[in-house]
Nanobody
Framework: QVQLVESGGGLVQPGGSLRLSCKVS????????LGWYRQAPGKQRELVAA???????NYRDSVKGRFSISKDINNNTVYLQMNSLKPEDTATYYC???????????WGQGTQVTVSL
């Protein structure tokens, strides 16, 4: 059974930091592109950051220099370090595992991040 379990969300003030974690089980962890997406109310889900099986990373422009994605292959966990958070980062954040050129695409249940005074 494939499971992606996110944790680490919460309420933080503008300028603060959070680290999201996603524990992955049931798949060959390092064979997948791992990503963090977010979805704010009334908006489409968008890719925030991704890390390939080779460790290459990419970020959406609005988070470059503030967010960092990483993975621990020994613990099958992917992280999203978020610094200098802004109110516009408020959203539900979802972990994703995608095996390229296949139909294997898995999602976590989401974790809420709220940036507010």
């Amino acid at each position: 059974q494939v499971q992606l379990v996110e944790s680490g969300g919460g309420l933080v003030q503008p300028g603060g930091s959070l680290r999201l974690s996603c524990k992955v089980s049931g798949i060959a962890f390092n064979a997948y592109r791992l990503g963090w997406y977010r979805q704010a109310p009334g908006k489409q889900r968008e890719l925030v950051a991704a890390i390939s099986s080779e460790g290459n990373t990419n970020y959406r422009d609005s988070v470059k220099g503030r967010f960092s994605i990483s993975k621990d292959i020994n613990n099958n966990t992917v992280y999203l370090q978020m610094n200098s958070l802004k109110p516009e980062d408020t959203a539900t954040y979802y972990c994703n595992a995608l095996r390229l050129f296949s139909a294997s695409n898995f999602w976590g249940q989401g974790t809420q991040v709220t940036v507010s005074l």
